[in-house]
């Protein structure tokens, strides 16, 4: 049984986050390589699955990546995780608008489209944002090239969108103050055919920031959802049709507390196994059954 788990150039031998799952596949018999994704097809083709993991790249080139994507799944029939459909939808957050039209409490959320200008003191006034916004590219990972913007400097960020914007569709989101207490991810693995709720890690970003990612001095803590954040994010869930290894749903507390959806990822996520070993043992086992 052989399995590549798919990474990027800067991390050849994958994230420290994919480190127990090594081990768990390699317990199992499991033959694990981790090819670049971008340094050419064959290895994935070879192996008898290809997960996609430490793809951090890809916004770099996300053309590039979902063509890969593509290839791959075409080539191995079907065998890529998670499926190469889903990755063409997910790599563009617009599919929030998508999920916000079905039903699913987003984050509110502005979506410019490349080439065109943004006035921001006049966006956050149209939309009632009195506390501040948050501008990223709709095309982005691990906070790359977001900004947040505090009412006072709404006036002052033209540059951002001069230098973004003629090539880039952003999206434009209302500061919410319930980053403070933390972004849920609720992380989601495939266990006996069907995707279930699996562990749930809170990041709470340092003082005085907004991004929820380790490398900026967040603290991640596991947690207990409440129910109400479970169906919120089994709500997200049900949208997606296609069979999913993995998912991470990341929530965070809108009005009145109530869950509101900030991403759904479902490409590359960091899946916080080491804040949960027995996820990691329920991912080797069904990595394990889709190579039989």
């Known amino acids: 049984m052989r399995v590549a788990l798919a990474t990027c150039a800067e991390l050849p031998h994958l994230d420290g986050d994919d480190a127990p799952l090594v081990a768990a596949l390699r317990r199992r018999?499991?033959?694990?390589?981790?090819?670049?994704?971008?340094?050419?097809?064959?290895p994935f083709l070879a192996a008898g699955l290809t997960v996609i993991r430490?793809?951090?790249?890809?916004?770099?080139?996300?053309?590039?990546?979902v063509a890969w994507a593509g290839r791959v799944d075409a080539g191995s029939g079907g065998r890529l995780c998670n499926p190469a459909s889903v990755v063409r939808w997910n790599s563009h957050k617009g599919y929030l608008l998508e999920l916000s039209a079905k039903g699913v409490p987003i984050v509110p959320?502005?979506?410019l489209p490349a080439g065109t200008s943004c006035d921001l003191v006049r966006l956050a006034r149209e939309e009632g944002w009195h506390g501040g916004v948050v501008a990223k590219p709709a095309v982005s990972a691990g906070s790359r090239d977001s900004m947040m913007v505090t009412p006072a400097g709404l006036a002052y960020t033209q540059d951002y969108f001069d230098r973004l914007l003629p090539t880039r569709d952003l999206l434009v989101q209302p500061f919410v103050p319930g980053i403070a207490e933390g972004e849920l991810s609720l992380i989601y693995l495939e266990h006996a055919g069907a995707l279930r709720f699996a562990h749930a890690v809170n990041k709470v970003p340092a003082d005085g920031d907004f991004r929820s990612q380790p490398e900026f001095r967040a603290e991640v803590r596991t947690a207990t959802p409440p129910r109400a954040w479970r169906d919120a994010a089994e709500r997200a869930l049900s949208s997606v049709t296609e069979r999913l290894l993995y998912a991470r749903v990341d929530l965070v507390a809108g009005d009145g507390g109530a869950p509101w959806l900030m991403?759904?990822?479902l490409i590359e996520p960091s899946l916080y196994l080491a804040w949960a070993a027995p996820s990691t043992e329920t991912l080797a086992d069904a990595i394990v059954e889709r190579l039989r």
């Open 263 to 265: 991403e759904l990822e």
């Open 54 to 65: 430490s793809t951090w790249d890809y916004t770099t080139n996300a053309a590039a990546f």
């Open 29 to 42: 018999g499991v033959e694990v390589s981790h090819p670049v994704w971008d340094a050419g097809d064959a």
């Open 109 to 111: 959320t502005r979506l």
